[in-house]
Structures are given as C-alpha cells and as structure tokens.
C-alpha cells in the first residue's frame, strides 16, 4: 500500500548532526514534490523544507535555512533531511510527507523523534 | 506566531455545526488555496480539506472548506465524537523573504 516511514530520528547533543531518511513505497515517488513537517512536543505543525519531484527546486524554512539540507534519491524512492548544528528548538517529531498538489500533504509517515539535550 | 491565524479551541455538542477560521494575508491566502489537516490525538496528521473546498475520498462530507479573500473556514457538521482532535490550515505564502508553506497554530476541538 501506498506508505512513508521515516527513520534515522534519536537523541544528539547541542551542535550535532542527524540525517533522517524516509522510505517511500506503493506510488511513483519521482512524480511528487516532498516535504518534511515536525511537530514541536505540544506544539503545532511547522513546516520545515520542500523539494521538487527531480530535487532541482528546494525550499526551506528560516529557522533552518543553512543548517538542513534535504535530498532525494528517486531511484531508491527516498527522501533525506541532513540536519546540522541542531539546537534544543529542533526538538520534535519530524514527518515526511506527499504533496498531491500544492501544499495538500495527503500521504504522511509515522513520524520520528529528534531531540536535541545535552 | 504563526502565520496563518486560527482560534485555539473550539467546542460543540453531538449533532452541532461548528466552524474554524484561518485568517492569513494576501501572499498566501489572498493568493493560493487553503488546505485542511486532522490530527488525532498520537497520530499524524490527514489531510481534510484541499484546493479551499475538496475532500479526498473517504472524507464524509460533514465536512466542507470555504475561502473569501484572505481567510478560510472548515466547518463541520453533526459533529460526532470522533471529530474531538487538533484542525490545522495550510496554504502556499509566495513570501518575498522565501516562499515556502505556512500552517495555522491550530485549533483543540471538544466535542461536549
């Protein structure tokens, strides 16, 4: 069936680096946009980075711009966020998601956990 | 603060209507459509609403989406129990600072 499950969450220190991976399967990947979403513990939803379906166009928040890049491998229908210098605020679960068209994520994953503690 | 402004909470009994605003600015609802999410409680969230009125299928249509200028609205009616979850709004910001998607701080359901 048509799924997004992401890994490569966990617990890294202040200043580290982590790379979330999402595993796509049960749809053409290389026919849609992607974005990574995370939610804050308690939070609301914050939009984090979206790439194009070649990967030739990307987006990022501001709060991460420079410090996360986000990738894809259309061949191996995955999707990747390299996440460097992390800070406490980068706290929360991050869910990769489909974009049917403009913004309509209708396709989510599980979503994995990042903290970031000392 | 987030972008797209919406109501924390929000209330109804069984069988009520019940509607959610998500008010933004020209660059975003002004000028692109409004996208709906439910998020359950420990879940991810699913997308409700599309392009400011369209379900997806499997979506009852108790619930609709509206839009006029630069704000949105889902409503809900014969609200049932099950509707008790956090309701996002979302839409395109053509930002000049950077493009990119912007989301409502959410609005907490109760069902009474």
């Known amino acids: 069936q048509v799924q997004l499950v992401e890994s490569g969450g966990g617990l890294v220190k202040p200043g580290g680096s982590l790379r979330l991976s999402c595993a796509a399967s049960?749809?053409?990947?290389?026919?849609?946009?992607m974005s990574w979403i995370r939610q804050a513990p308690g939070k609301g939803l914050e939009w984090v980075s979206y790439i194009s379906s070649s990967g030739s166009t990307i987006y990022y928040a501001d709060s991460v711009k420079g410090r996360f890049t986000i990738s894809r491998d259309n061949a191996k229908n995955s999707l990747y966020l390299q996440m460097n210098s992390l800070r406490a605020e980068d706290t929360a679960v991050y869910y990769c998601?489909?974009?049917?068209?403009?913004?309509?994520?209708?396709?989510w994953g599980q979503g994995t956990m990042v903290t970031v503690s000392s | 603060q987030s972008v797209l402004t919406q109501p924390p909470s929000a209330s109804g009994t069984p069988g009520q209507r019940v509607t959610i605003s998500c008010s933004g600015s020209?660059?975003?609802?002004?000028?692109?459509?409004v996208n709906w999410y439910q998020q359950l409680p420990g879940t991810a969230p699913k997308l409700l609403i599309y392009?400011?009125?369209q379900r997806p299928s499997g979506v009852p249509d108790r619930f609709s989406g509206s839009k006029s200028g630069t704000s949105a609205s889902l409503a809900i009616s014969g609200l049932q129990s099950e509707d008790e979850a956090d309701y996002y709004c979302?839409?395109?910001?053509?930002?000049?600072?950077?493009?990119?998607?912007?989301f409502g701080g959410g609005t907490k359901l109760t069902v009474l």
């Open positions: 392009s400011n009125n």
């Open positions: 998601a489909r974009d049917q068209s403009i913004v309509a994520f209708d396709i």
């Open positions: 049960g749809f053409t990947f290389s026919d849609y946009y």
């Open positions: 020209s660059s975003n609802i002004g000028s692109n459509t």
């Open positions: 979302a839409a395109w910001d053509d930002s000049l600072n950077g493009p990119g998607v912007v």
